[in-house]
């Protein structure tokens, strides 16, 4: 099970800090990440961590602006959001894969599901 946190609103330039973490279940072979969707979109790939070896990637539209870390003994992932523009309102949805997936940035290589946290960033 996944829990996602931290939502809210901020305004452009601003700064969230969302959390997840993983209870009954451990992902420390594959993978954890954050999704967003936005109203009329279709769910889209913001950044995600490679449990064994802790790398990470993210997606152009946030890269320099989004941090993704992780506490180990918490099972616990964070998504650090600072610069903050408009367009990165959305449902933000934490993601966990068991084993790693070559595609960690396709939704549909998650089968585990946080229930979504609202951003809305004012301009």
């Known amino acids: 099970q996944l829990q996602a946190s931290g939502g809210g609103l901020a305004q452009a330039g601003g700064s969230l800090r969302l959390f997840c973490t993983a209870s009954?279940?451990?992902?420390?072979?594959?993978?954890m990440g954050w999704f967003r969707q936005a109203p009329g979109k279709e769910r889209e790939f913001v950044a995600a961590?490679?449990?064994?070896?802790?790398?990470?990637r993210y997606s152009d539209s946030v890269k320099a602006r989004f941090t993704l870390s992780r506490d180990n003994a918490k099972n616990t992932v964070y998504l650090q959001m600072d610069n903050l523009k408009p367009e990165d309102t959305a449902v933000y949805y934490c993601?966990?894969?068991?084993?790693?997936?070559?595609?960690?940035?396709?939704?549909?290589?998650?089968?585990?599901w946080g229930q979504g946290t609202l951003v809305t960033v004012s301009s």
């Open positions: 993601a966990g894969r068991v084993i790693w997936h070559i595609h960690y940035y396709d939704p549909g290589n998650y089968n585990n």
């Open positions: 009954g279940r451990t992902f420390s072979n594959g993978a």
């Open positions: 961590i490679r449990w064994p070896n802790g790398a990470i």
